[in-house]
């Protein structure tokens, strides 16, 4: 039968059907969030639903109105949301967390201000407040950033200190405490030389290293002195305490040794660093010359003479290089502007050899000094200062509300407040012989919205056989990440992979990991499990055995040995010795191990399977730099016990015996050779205590130093 029909209408009628529309469940609302986190400001969520549908809120702890949901007290919620629709109440949608923080109160700044005549006594101003946070102050003009901050008196003018709390994220507006020193003319008060430095010999070829007596200048005021060292030969170095480094060249060396204090007083006295020729030198060693420079380019390259012909490795913070092999590349703007030294080393077939050379600024054009608007990013609130003209002569800001680190340079951070609250920046430059200019300056607020979440830290990946770990997070701003493991072996800060050291893993301990970004720190621990695989023993070469090392202990050389094994790579664990890499076996010891006449515990792991020794390395019988301190007399030196060893939080106590009724002075070194305290009594007690401030972001290990009298003692603590 040919045709076509439409049989619906029967077909339903015959079973019964309705024809009209089945009705849809009622979707879930999509949730909106001004912000996740704030600080104090309320935080809105938006339920959107469909077409004609009425959102609810499921949440408690702020107000709905309509579809958006307010929260205006501080605290952390969890809310979420459902539509109502001719299908019914959706189920409800994913839940959204948000938190507001408290505002956060600035900390206190004592004394908020203060006068004082030009060479007075030095104005000491204490930060405290901030509770569960941690405070950040700035200061220019010598102003000492440890746990008080000292103002110098030898330059008339007012110098302006700021400081912010942080908590949860959270920073206060900046309390301020301004000094102005006044100018006088009565004489500053000049520390002398009150022993000269005998003159000093060494052999080229050979690591030179010499503590600069602490009796060797005294001040009327009996205040903390700075010492600065020039005249070094090429490849030594002075850190505050020390002068050492590799003597690459036979001569003599006239070496100046200037005391300052914080009056505008100095005096200086000079000794000879005799260098003999060394007696075993090989013909023709690596050698770095002065590199070729051209100021206004910033172009510079690295000269080398000497050497085995094969590849050289150069390392020079502050030099931007297209890899570690290259010579050539561009200084950075903020050395040149900072007359910052830089320190170049070359490395050939393990051998390092090092030079220091300060890049000097172009030279003028001409025309008087003038500052020019300077360059501005809104989102990270980084500036430069721009000018023209000028004489050649270092040039100094100010500029109030600018974070820097020091008056000379002319990069730094717009604080936030300045740009929350719309205020102009004054920028003044002064140049010796010309006078000061300024420039106005309204930073703009950023325009650009925030990609990604905050940066959090992930579970680590770990392999419990190798010891190999992996730092994870997540989120962030794209910039980068610094970390801190205490316990993990890396080739650099920014590094995220390295080696649990053994001791970590069979001691049951547990790691913190921090991660910082921005200024922003995230922390997450995690406890390395034991390797639960067994290894098969080697067949050939019997097993791995630690022998005893190899040592110079004049230049402090370590080579560590070991025979047998699978010959698979060795790690190397060695706390105190400085190594290029875990699986290093020779490096340097640290000179604190050498004065504490500590032992080394030398540890080689290979397949999972670990074996250690233990060492005492020797002082060198001739160089003064390993004289045991205590003999600087024949009494015995201060002793000092640290309460708490390694230390945490803000501040390492100690307390110090041996100087009853006697002048101390307590200085304490941080891990790049920086004096970060420095402390002096007129009249010690029997047992002094004494808690010196440290930042809870300062980690590593530090050199105690306790004076009484010519003698003196030194110990290490370890601050994590």
Excluded: W
């Excluded at 956060?104 to 101003?125: E, H, M, N, W, Y």
């Excluded at 561009?330 to 050379?357: H, P, R």
């Excluded at 770990?469 to 993990?488: K, S």
Aim: charged share 10%.
């Amino acid at each position: 039968m040919g045709g076509r029909f439409r049989l619906t209408s029967f077909i339903l009628g015959l079973i019964g059907l309705s024809t009209s529309a089945v009705v849809a469940q009622t979707a879930a609302p999509s949730l909106n969030v001004s912000s996740s986190r704030t600080c104090g400001s309320p935080i809105s969520v938006t339920a959107t639903c469909q077409s004609g549908n009425t959102a609810t809120f499921l949440a408690t702890g702020g107000s709905a109105s309509g579809n958006v949901y307010t929260y205006t007290a501080p605290g952390s919620y969890t809310l979420s949301a459902t539509c109502t629709g001719s299908g019914g109440v959706s189920a409800p949608a994913n839940p959204v967390s948000v938190a507001i923080f408290p505002p956060t109160s600035p900390p206190t700044l004592t004394p908020s201000s203060a006068t004082v005549a030009q060479g007075g006594t030095p104005v000491t101003i204490v930060p405290s407040g901030c509770p569960g946070g941690y405070i950040s102050y700035f200061g220019t003009m010598g102003v000492n950033r440890d746990g008080s901050i000292t103002i110098p008196t030898g330059t008339p003018g007012v110098i302006t200190v700021s400081a912010i709390c942080t908590i949860n994220d959270c920073q206060s507006l900046p309390a301020v405490a301004n000094v102005t020193v006044t100018p006088s003319s009565t004489p500053v008060p000049q520390p002398t030389v009150a022993n000269t430095i005998p003159s000093q010999t060494g052999t080229a070829g050979t690591t030179f290293t010499f503590l600069v007596p602490t009796n060797t200048f005294s001040d009327p005021n009996n205040d903390p002195l700075t010492l600065t060292v020039s005249g070094l030969p090429s490849a030594l170095t002075f850190n505050g305490l020390f002068i050492t480094g590799p003597l690459n060249v036979a001569g003599t060396f006239p070496i100046t040794v200037t005391a300052s204090n914080n009056r505008g007083g100095s005096v200086s006295t000079t000794f000879q660093l005799v260098v003999q020729p060394g007696s075993t030198a090989v013909a023709g060693p690596l050698q770095l010359l002065s590199p070729t420079y051209d100021p206004c380019s910033r172009a510079i390259t690295f000269n080398t003479a000497g050497g085995d012909g094969t590849q050289i490795t150069y390392t020079a913070v502050g030099v931007q290089r297209a890899n570690a092999q290259s010579n050539t590349g561009f200084v950075e703007a903020a050395i040149v502007a900072d007359g910052k030294t830089l320190i170049i080393q070359a490395t050939q077939s393990g051998q390092t050899v090092s030079i220091n050379f300060t890049p000097q600024p172009c030279s003028p054009t001409g025309g008087p000094l003038q500052l020019l608007t300077p360059t501005y990013d809104a989102c990270s609130r980084a500036i430069t200062f721009n000018t023209a003209g000028g004489n050649g002569t270092p040039i100094s800001f100010t500029a109030i509300g600018v974070q820097r680190a020091n008056a000379q340079s002319s990069t730094g951070t717009v604080e936030e407040p300045v740009v929350i609250d719309q205020k102009t920046l004054t920028i003044q430059a002064s140049q010796a012989g010309s006078p000061t200019v300024s420039v106005n300056f309204t930073p703009p607020t950023c325009t650009t919205t925030p990609t990604g979440r905050p940066l959090q830290p992930l579970p680590p990946t770990y392999n419990a056989c190798t010891r190999q770990i992996t730092f994870n997070t997540t989120g962030g701003d794209g910039t980068p990440i610094t970390y801190l493991a205490i316990g993990v072996q890396r080739s650099s800060p920014q590094s995220n992979t390295g080696v649990v050291e053994p001791g970590i893993v069979q001691d049951n301990k547990t790691l913190y990991i921090n991660a910082t970004q921005s200024g922003a720190t995230v922390t997450i621990s995690f406890a390395p499990p034991q390797c639960t695989t067994t290894t098969t023993p080697p067949t050939q070469g019997g097993p791995l055995q630690m022998l005893a090392p190899s040592y110079d202990p004049c230049s402090r050389v370590i080579n560590i040995n070991t025979t047998g094994g699978d010959g698979t790579q060795i790690t190397y664990m060695a706390i105190g010795v400085q190594r290029s890499s875990p699986q290093s076996s020779s490096g340097v010891v640290e000179i604190g191990i050498v004065l504490d006449n500590k032992t080394l515990n030398l540890v080689a792991t290979q397949s999972g399977q670990s074996v250690s020794t233990t060492f005492a390395p020797p002082r060198c019988p001739s160089s003064a730099a390993f004289r045991n301190p205590d003999a600087l007399s024949k009494d015995q030196g201060p002793q000092i016990v640290v309460l708490g060893n390694p230390a945490n939080g803000n501040e390492i106590t100690i307390e110090v015996a041996g100087a009853e009724n006697q002048p101390l002075q307590v200085r304490m070194i941080d891990p790049r050779g920086q004096a970060v305290h420095d402390q002096k009594l007129q009249s010690a007690k029997a047992v002094e205590r004494i808690v010196i401030p440290v930042r809870s972001s300062q980690k590593g290990i530090f050199l105690i130093q306790a004076i009484s009298n010519g003698r003196a003692t030194v110990t290490k603590v370890l601050h994590q």
